[in-house]
């Protein structure tokens, strides 16, 4: 089973959304960045996906997994 991605990104209408990856609707609309971030980190902590977090211009801002990372970083202990 493919695990769909949550993004969090700037509505056209005004607020923040937040997006399943390739989906043309919002799951969610929210009034500030920081209240889309909360609720996709729990949605993508349910689904064991992973979270975007875009800018106002679109841009990746930041990027968090919240499952099987398939890219872990290495230790060096």
Known sequence: MR???K?????P???WSVKNSGATRASK???TQQQA???GRDAAKKTRSEL???GRDGTIKNKNSYGNDPM???DNK
């Open 72 to 74: 872990p970083p290495r």
């Open 13 to 15: 209408s005004g607020g």
């Open 37 to 39: 971030i909360t609720y």
């Open 52 to 54: 975007y977090v875009h």
């Open 7 to 11: 993004h969090v990104v700037p509505n």
């Open 3 to 5: 695990k769909v991605s």
């Open 29 to 31: 609309v929210f009034d």
